[in-house]
Each structure stands twice: as C-alpha cells, then as structure tokens.
C-alpha cells in the first residue's frame, strides 16, 4: 500500500501555491455536521468508506490510476469542522500538482453536487 502524501508535499507545490485551501473549506462546510453524508456521496460516484485513524473517510476515483482519499472531522462547540485531502504518493507518476489541485477541485464539486442531489430526493442510493 502506498502512503498518502498532501498536497504540500508535492515537488514543487511552494511555488504553485495550490494548497486546496477553498476545496478543504468547502468539504467541511458541506459535510461538518453531517459527515455520513460524504460517504453516500462518495459512494454515488463510485468510492467507498475506508478505515481512517480520525473522522469520516472516504477513497474516490476521479480518474482510474489516481485515488484521492478526502477526511471529514465534525465540528463541535470547541472546534470547528475539519476537512483534509490526502493522495497516493506516487501520484506524481501521473500528474504534477498543478493537474492534481484542479482533478481535485473538479472532484470536490462533483462531491459537493452529489450531496446536494440527495438532499433534494432523500437519498443517494
């Protein structure tokens, strides 16, 4: 199994300044306070629940070779919600962190849009 690396850890990534800043924001609006709701989502777009030490944990596909596993941790009086996003670390074998910040971008909309259409019809499966 490979490890999982952020995007900080890119080469080259304090030059791009692609942190996924705005995506881990959004994923923890989205999914703060109901962090379950991601694995449906994750799931209507073909990805699964994993086992992660914190939060709610999700592995989807965006493209077939490259995994992108996305971490909510609910919000409380004391904290805030949490969201981190983590990729293989081979994933430079395929994409530079240019190409993986915007697959990523793409990927938290579709995750985003997914838990919209279950809010609108109850469910997502």
Known sequence: ???LITSRQF??????RRENVRERAALAGRFGEVPT????????LGGSRIEFPYGVAVKVYPLPL???????SAGDE???AEASIFYSE???SYLDS????????????RLIGAAGLGTRQGSLS
């Open 11 to 16: 080469k080259g990534a304090r030059f791009t």
């Open 98 to 109: 240019e190409q993986a910040y915007f697959l990523t971008s793409l990927t938290v909309s």
């Open 37 to 44: 709701l991601l694995v449906e989502a994750a799931e209507f």
């Open 78 to 80: 004391e904290f805030p």
């Open 1 to 3: 199994m490979n490890s």
């Open 66 to 72: 490259i995994p992108i596993t996305i971490v909510v």
């Open 90 to 92: 081979n994933i430079e």
